[in-house]
Every structure is written in structure tokens, then in C-alpha cells.
């Protein structure tokens, strides 16, 4: 499948540890690599929610772990945290996980239907340099990308700890009209991840964005 989209992050191995290699052997068993899988599943769920570069995976395992009835796919393109979800899912036996490993914005072009009830996007890399802010994922095309692929009144929500990514983000959305902005979204209190708390500790600031499909 060819990338049509300018890369959003680094191609890089990274650190793994031995456990978490270790836990890569199991990733068929919760791969998905066709949006029909999960229309295959839908029956067996109340609600679909994507989250998208879900990191080591702990906003996700905690949704899971509480919404039990609701199917929790996370997309990630670095093997620690992809290793490291794995373990989580087997250490607690969750059965309510599936994973998507690459280019999430590929996986969504290939879709042509609603699909989803929420989609998440947890403070992604801000590409802080000026000559890099192209490269971030969240822009106007984004938002007709996820548009296409949540139900109707299903909801977007995105974060970022760095202001004039925040800038940006506003910027495209009122750039575009096929959402409504909810002044409050229960996502906003989700458990902070380690990377979140660190943001804060640093002095920065956590920017939420929920959005509602209405068109």
C-alpha cells in the first residue's frame, strides 16, 4: 500500500526489552489488518473505539478493563509499546483489545463506512520545530478522515501538551463544519498516562479537543 500521506513519525527501532520482544509473539492474535475484521466483531460489542498511538498502552488497558462490553482498538508503530500492550493484555486477561500496527491514516483511507463510535488521539508527537509542523497528524485532512469513519454523532477526541499545536488543532477545526465542539467529553478525565503527568510536571499544560460528528 503505497503512503500517500507525509509521515507523521520516526522510523526507528527504539528500545525494546526482553519481555517485551518476547510478548511480540503473540501479536497475531490480536493483529487486525482489514477493517472487515472488525465489522466481523461488531455484533459482539456495544461500541467501537479507536485510539491512535496509544503508546505503552495504558489509557487503553484502563478503558478496557472498565468498559468491558465495549471493543478497544489501539493503533501504534513502535514495538516497545506494541510489546508492552501485549503483556498488559495477557497479564489481565482481557479479551475486548485488537491492534493496528502502522500508518493508522492508511488503515482509515481503505475505509468507506461509519464504523467507529469514537476515535481517539492521546497528545501525539507535536513536531515542535517550525520546519517540522507538516509533519503533524492532526490537520484538516485528519478531521475528514476520522469524519468518514465515525457514526453519526460519534465522537473525536484529541489532546495535546504543546499550545501551538493547540493553535493549530483550533484552527482546523474551525476550519471545518462537519463537527460540533462539546464544551466537556467524559475523555477528558480519563487517568493521566506517565507521559501526560511528565508534560505537567514540566509546566506544561494539557489542551483537549471533543468534537461530535453531525453530518
Avoid at 16 to 38: A, F, G, R, W
Avoid at 66 to 79: D, F, K
Avoid at 80 to 91: C, E, K, M, T, V
Avoid at 187 to 199: D, G, N, P, R, V
Wanted: net charge neutral; proline share 3%; glycine share 6%.
Amino acid at each position: 500500500m503505497h503512503n500517500k500521506f507525509l509521515p507523521s513519525f520516526v522510523q526507528r527501532k527504539g528500545r525494546i526489552t526482553k519481555s517485551q520482544e518476547d510478548n511480540l509473539n503473540n501479536l497475531h492474535s490480536y493483529q487486525i489488518t482489514s477493517h472487515s475484521q472488525i465489522l466481523s466483531e461488531k455484533d459482539n460489542f456495544k461500541e467501537i473505539i479507536l485510539e491512535i498511538g496509544f503508546g505503552n498502552g495504558e489509557n487503553l488497558v484502563n478503558l478496557a478493563q472498565e468498559n468491558p462490553r465495549n471493543l478497544y482498538i489501539g493503533s501504534e508503530v513502535y514495538l516497545a509499546g506494541i510489546g508492552q500492550i501485549l503483556g498488559a493484555i495477557r497479564d489481565n486477561e482481557l479479551t475486548n483489545i485488537r491492534l493496528i500496527i502502522g500508518d493508522i491514516r492508511l488503515f482509515l483511507d481503505e475505509i468507506n463506512q461509519p464504523i467507529f463510535d469514537a476515535v481517539l488521539i492521546i497528545c501525539p508527537d507535536p513536531w515542535p520545530k517550525l520546519k517540522h509542523h507538516k509533519r503533524r497528524m492532526i490537520n484538516s485532512d485528519f478531521l475528514d478522515l476520522t469524519h468518514k469513519v465515525l457514526k453519526m454523532s460519534g465522537h473525536l477526541f484529541m489532546s495535546t501538551d504543546w499550545e501551538n499545536y493547540a493553535d493549530s488543532i483550533d484552527e482546523s477545526i474551525n476550519q471545518n463544519l462537519i463537527f460540533e465542539v462539546l464544551t466537556s467529553s467524559s475523555y477528558e478525565h480519563l487517568k493521566l498516562t506517565k507521559f501526560q503527568q511528565k508534560a505537567i510536571d514540566e509546566g506544561r499544560k494539557i489542551y483537549h479537543f471533543s468534537l461530535k460528528k453531525i453530518s
